[in-house]
């Protein structure tokens, strides 16, 4: 994958890289799971710059800690 050039670019690559990996019908709970990830993408890049591809311990982290 590419660097992340702006929040929207990562919220896409977070959604493309779950959409592969769940299963089930795309109408409930899986298009919510992708919603959520986009917006976790957009919140970690606003503060760091990093994609999905290059998040670490420290951004899940601080995401769960400081922004839930």
């Known amino acids: 994958m590419n660097r992340a050039a702006n929040q929207w670019t990562a919220a896409r690559q977070a959604k493309a890289l779950l959409a592969k990996r769940l299963s089930g019908s795309r109408r ?21 710059h990093v994609g999905p591809d290059q998040w670490c311990l420290k951004h899940v982290r601080w995401y769960l800690l400081e922004q839930t």
């Open 28 to 48: 409930g709970t899986v298009r919510h799971h992708l919603v959520r990830a986009g917006a976790i993408a957009a919140t970690i890049w606003r503060r760091w």
